[in-house]
């Protein structure tokens, strides 16, 4: 396998990498905070973008990355991309600038499920070395909730003695999950889920224009998931998701098992069948849950999503057993996850407990 045909787990598939990105969008907030401080002479050593997925953390990220190396204007965080350091950072040949990402096993190909303590071993060499041409020396952790525990007590050990003139950008999706002390030692950025004029921009920008406002809405704001859900067909697949609680209690089995026959292909480029089903079968009943406290959401996701979800969630009561068993669904492809079920037989199992809720 090339380098170029390398998975690269910081990379929503069908769409750019977020170095590629021309300008952040949506989250002038953040952005003012960051050229704040650096105007202040406060340019903090450890900078931690928070934020829903998909909402632009790594492409601020690397937007602060190209400002810090390129040297761009004080009250503005764009770069031109002609620059010459712009353009060695978006083809990862900056000797100033280091990632650390989830790596690829050798053996099989595939991306390893968490950063590795010799990534972080990397990376401290990257830092024990002079820079080519002098300057700031910046590294981008995505995502650093996905750290096992050795990288993250070597990656404390990092912030807690850095270098001069160094920067560490930690992209957290779910910052939880990172130990206190890695928190308290960087100044946080806060990211807001993309206002819909904002997604469409993102939409627009990267090519998906059909669909798109069914898209925002699915997506809670994420313009990476949107991406996702257009390059997996995941509008249609919400839409088999509808139809099929169209007549609860009722289920078409036959239809619930192709269902589940989809969650079970077997991963590909596009991502992972199971963990999309999941994720939508999750958005549904986040969305019905919802219905109940606050009317159907507007826009639809689906055709006659609305009237579905009315139907299923019309009070307070129903929104509190939706929401239990969002919850439930969630723990139970955690742990059929964790201990390898079979992706179809547990969508069945889960849509079949699904079809026993009390209406």
């Known amino acids: 396998m090339t380098e ?6 910081d990379r929503v598939p069908g769409a750019p990498h977020p170095r590629e990105a021309a300008e952040v969008i949506g989250q002038d907030g953040a952005v003012r905070d960051f050229l704040a401080a650096a105007q202040a002479q406060r340019l903090h050593h450890g900078w931690l973008l928070t934020g829903p997925r998909g909402s632009g953390k790594a492409t601020l990220a690397w937007a602060i990355a190209k400002w810090l190396i390129a040297g761009g204007a004080p009250d503005r965080l764009a770069v031109p991309p002609e620059t010459s350091a712009v353009r060695r950072i978006c083809a990862l040949s900056e000797p100033r600038l280091h990632l650390v990402r989830r790596p690829v096993d050798e053996r099989t190909g595939r991306l390893r499920a968490e950063i590795t303590v010799d990534e972080i071993r990397k990376l401290q ?8 041409d002098g300057g700031r020396r ?14 993250a007590n070597a990656l404390l050990k990092q912030l807690e003695e850095p270098p001069q003139d160094a920067t560490l950008l930690l992209v957290a999706h779910q910052p939880g999950r990172l130990l206190p002390t890695i928190r308290s030692r960087c100044r946080e950025l806060r990211l807001q889920p993309l206002q819909p004029a904002d997604m469409a921009r993102v939409l627009a920008g990267l090519g998906v ?3 798109a406002e069914r898209l ?9 998931e949107a991406v996702r859900l257009a390059g997996q067909n995941g509008l249609a697949l919400y839409q088999r998701i509808v139809d099929l609680f169209a007549q609860h209690p009722r289920m078409d089995r036959r239809a619930a098992a192709a269902l589940a026959e989809t969650a079970g292909a077997r991963p590909g480029a596009e991502g992972d069948p199971f963990d999309l089903v999941v994720t939508l079968l999750d958005r549904f009943l986040t969305r019905a ?16 999503e609305a009237e579905v979800l009315t139907r299923l969630a019309p009070d307070p009561r129903a929104a509190r057993l939706w929401a239990e068993a969002q919850a439930e669904l969630s723990a139970r492809a955690r742990v059929g996850r964790a201990v390898n079920l079979d992706p179809a037989a ?3 199992d889960m849509l079949v407990g699904l079809a026993n809720q009390p209406a």
């Open 4 to 9: 170029d045909a390398l998975p690269e787990s």
């Open 125 to 132: 060499g990257f830092f024990h070395l002079s820079a080519t």
């Open 138 to 151: 910046v590294a981008i952790i995505d995502a650093a909730d996905e750290l096992n525990a050795a990288a």
């Open 209 to 211: 224009a059909d669909d």
């Open 216 to 224: 925002a809405a699915l997506a809670g704001g994420s313009a990476g």
């Open 289 to 304: 849950a919802r219905t109940g406290l606050m009317g159907a959401p507007l826009p639809e996701a689906a055709g006659a």
């Open 346 to 348: 547990l969508v069945m």
